[in-house]
């Protein structure tokens, strides 16, 4: 039966690899970590949202390289489901490779961790920790999809 309140949430979602590291975000007193982003708004473009998102959170600006895949994903919290759709894209920050980035967001921080650990990882969706291995490897091109039943194409 749907839940005539339910609603699929659209983010887009930002790769960022320097010295075969992965920048990974963490809301305090959480888990899991994921990918630096957020929430697509109405008539705003998933990379023009991943952008401002970036904005916002590191206080950094950004490029968007392309489009790596979708993810979709749902998990439960507080109690209740939550549906999304994830636009994960190669993401460049525009930052000194030194430079390690500050949240400016009291609620998130930020830490980058190894590519070799990532099977092993509490990144969230799970099946990113498979994906980001070939999306790392082939670049940019071909797109990927893969969902919550982890099926990919």
């Given amino acids: 039966m749907r839940d005539r309140h339910s609603q699929i949430e659209v983010l887009a979602r930002g790769v960022c690899v320097?010295?075969?590291?992965?920048?990974?975000?963490?809301t305090r007193g959480a888990q899991n970590t994921?990918?630096?982003?957020?929430?697509?708004?109405f008539r705003e473009s998933a990379?023009?949202?991943?952008?401002?998102?970036?904005?916002?959170?590191?206080?950094?600006?950004?490029?968007v390289r392309g489009?790596?895949?979708v993810i979709e994903h749902q998990f439960r919290q507080k109690g209740r489901?939550?549906?999304?759709?994830?636009l994960v894209f190669a993401l460049d920050l525009l930052i000194p490779v030194d430079q390690s980035p500050v949240s400016?967001?009291?609620?998130l921080d930020?830490?980058?961790?190894?590519?070799?650990?990532?099977g092993i990882s509490d990144l969230e969706p799970a099946p990113l920790r498979k994906m980001l291995g070939v999306w790392v490897r082939e670049g940019a091109?071909?797109?990927?999809?893969?969902?919550?039943?982890?099926?990919?194409?």
């Fill in 18 to 26: 320097r010295d075969r590291h992965l920048l990974v975000c963490h």
């Fill in 47 to 63: 990379p023009d949202a991943l952008v401002r998102e970036i904005r916002e959170e590191l206080g950094v600006p950004s490029r």
């Fill in 104 to 107: 400016c967001e009291g609620h």
């Fill in 110 to 118: 930020f830490k980058w961790i190894p590519l070799s650990r990532l």
């Fill in 141 to 153: 091109i071909p797109a990927r999809w893969a969902g919550i039943s982890g099926q990919r194409s």
């Fill in 81 to 86: 489901t939550h549906c999304e759709i994830n």
């Fill in 34 to 41: 994921y990918l630096p982003g957020g929430h697509v708004e």
């Fill in 67 to 69: 489009l790596l895949g």
